[in-house]
């Protein structure tokens, strides 16, 4: 198995600035918007994006969870059913404007999957994507990101594999792996 | 592991505790669903199911169906006192017919125990049993437990008294399985003549006086008396059961603790539970109910992604 690093800690924490001042050009102070991070895996870069802009902005901005598992359009057609995580939105969408936090952009499917789940929870004025990674060329539906951390060139037989520290991991680290 | 160990549903007595645990765990998420404006996931739309009811239903069946229907699978419904079953149709065929017209799921309650059994050796789709004779309600044991868990945080080491007719009752044996399986401590009490001999071999301790059993439990699951399944006597009257083994709000009272009061329904008002008890701060009763679609969404949930 050959794993090539894509992102270490350092150029994570560059990578995650530089995307809050894109959110910020874009969003100014943040009264109309909220952000929402994808179960399972991207809270954990929605809480990072949160706690930066936190700081900066020096106000508090509402964070949810979503989860997509019950909206995925692979159901039955996967080996073992994916696992749902938990949904905590608490706080009104409607009308608002949603920035939807994911870690690896890949088929599109998970997002057009999100985009159904949010529905449920109202209608807001504007939904954009943030992802960290953009896996190019793999897309199956017409999905684009609005914020991207690095974009990457990838065959569909290769895998990102996203180690965070607050997922447990020693370090931050983003690798692209070849499965043999 | 996210898959159930089974792909038919047709008793506690064949899953395993993580199984119970996964079901609900997917029953936590999808209660938090239909607690949302909009109540409905789109999971099950490529699945049909039909609700085959060769008995009387009216809480399981609608509960059935409309956690079929928040999970946007396609229903068909089947009772047979409207049915072919009048003029002489066997259940094999029936079902077949039935599965003829491209069914996924079948859902059954049939009188004769067993019958989900003797089906799931004959066709391919899953099944789940709701209810066959005084044999076993999977279901209903699962949101009995669920709710359980759900009031007093867990369902292991608590006491639970099972109390009214064991004999005829799929419930009493489903809840044994499943919440023996949890780690509670179970109890039976009602008259002699309604606990089966040999209940004491599941493990179950058996008690005649009914406020020794309120004294001794956590939790009291009352049962109905089934007077359909009652082919001779099996105590004087009604009355005399409510005065020896009826529970009143009084006796909830005069208990030195809190203790929760269930009841799968129909209730016999003033039978087995008074009014003022039904109704007590003490009664889950309809906490179950609500829990019941919750459930059953997650059973169907998982069996549905087993035949991928």
């Not at chain 1, 874009?26 to 936190?54: S, W």
């Not at chain 1, 949010?118 to 897309?139: C, H, Q, S, T, W």
Request: hydrophobic share 40%; aromatic share 6%.
């Amino acid at each position: 198995m050959q794993k090539k690093l894509i992102l270490d800690s350092d150029l994570l924490d560059i990578t995650v600035s530089r995307l809050c001042q894109e959110l910020i050009e874009n969003h100014t102070d943040f009264k109309e918007t909220v952000l929402i991070g994808m179960q399972p895996r991207g809270i954990y870069l929605a809480e990072h994006i949160h706690r930066n802009l936190t700081k900066i902005l020096k106000r508090d901005i509402p964070l949810g969870y979503l989860d997509t598992t019950f909206h995925r359009d692979d159901f039955r057609r996967r080996e073992i059913p994916a696992k749902a995580s938990e949904n905590r939105i608490p706080f009104i969408i409607e009308e608002k404007k949603v920035v939807l936090v994911d870690d690896v952009l890949f088929t599109g499917r998970t997002i057009r999957a999100a985009m159904e789940a949010m529905i449920a929870f109202g209608r807001p004025a504007k939904v954009e994507l943030l992802v960290l990674i953009d896996r190019k060329y793999n897309r199956e539906l017409p999905i684009a990101p609005d914020y991207v951390g690095k974009a990457v060139n990838t065959m569909s037989t290769q895998k990102v594999l996203v180690e965070l520290q607050a997922q447990g991991h020693k370090h931050n680290k983003i690798w692209l792996i070849n499965k043999d | 592991m996210s898959k159930l160990s089974q792909k038919h549903l047709l008793g506690i007595k064949d899953i395993t505790r993580e199984d119970i645990e996964l079901i609900f765990e997917t029953a936590d998420n999808f209660k938090e669903v239909i607690n949302r404006p909009i109540k409905k996931v789109p999971s099950l739309r490529d699945v049909t199911i039909a609700n085959v009811f060769f008995e009387n239903s009216t809480r399981t069946r609608l509960s059935f169906e409309l956690a079929e229907k928040r999970l946007s699978a396609d229903v068909v419904n089947f009772s047979a006192s409207t049915s072919s079953v009048k003029k002489g149709e066997t259940l094999l065929d029936t079902v077949n017919n039935i599965l003829a017209m491209k069914v996924d799921m079948v859902v059954m309650r049939h009188a004769s125990p067993g019958a989900p059994h003797y089906l799931s050796r004959h066709i391919k789709a899953n099944i789940i049993n709701a209810g066959d004779g005084t044999h076993e309600h999977p279901t209903q044991a699962l949101l009995d437990a669920f709710s359980i868990r759900e009031k007093l945080g867990s369902v292991a080491g608590k006491k639970i008294a099972i109390i009214g007719d064991i004999l005829h009752s799929r419930v009493a044996l489903s809840n044994i399985f499943a919440l023996q399986k949890l780690g509670a401590k179970i109890m039976v009490c009602g008259p002699p003549t309604l606990l089966p001999k040999f209940i004491g071999q599941l493990g179950v301790q058996v008690e005649l006086d009914v406020n020794k059993a309120l004294q001794w439990c956590d939790v009291a699951n009352v049962l109905r008396i089934q007077l359909e399944r009652q082919q001779i006597k099996y105590f004087p009257s009604l009355r005399e059961y409510s005065l020896y083994y009826g529970i009143t709000k009084k006796m909830l009272d005069n208990l030195k603790k809190e203790i929760v009061v269930m009841h799968p329904g129909p209730i016999n008002r003033g039978v087995e539970l008074s009014s003022d008890a039904a109704d007590s701060s003490h009664s889950i009763i309809l906490d179950q109910v609500e829990n019941g679609v919750a459930v059953r969404m997650a059973v169907l949930y998982l069996l549905a992604s087993a035949t991928a």
